[in-house]
């Protein structure tokens, strides 16, 4: 954890304005890293890790999903593909979201 606090801190003292320590996954140990570094600090959003609430008792200012949306959506299209080829008809096309919803999301009137 000492090496990681000066690694931050050189990032910081060299202009960084956040740190993003990948591999903690700890709320203790992210705490004792976010209360070591004047920056915001980033984590990674895991299966598994803590939830928003813990890592922001944390002092954690930016959680990331990297590609974790982009292949949850990955697998929700193999799962309907294997639907459409499976059933006689295209019913579960029916269980997407319609399509002024999806631009009330994305800050449009629909």
Known sequence: MAEA???ARAYCAAGADGVYPIGLSDPAA???F???V???VNVWARPGGPGLAALARA???RVSTATAPALVAAEA???LARRLR???D???LAAGLAHGSLQRLIGRRA
């Open 59 to 61: 002092g954690v200012r």
């Open 86 to 88: 499976a059933e006689d």
């Open 90 to 92: 295209f019913a579960a």
């Open 30 to 32: 992210i705490g004792e």
């Open 38 to 40: 004047a920056a915001p």
């Open 5 to 7: 606090i000066a690694r």
């Open 77 to 79: 299209v193999t799962v």
């Open 34 to 36: 976010a209360a070591a």
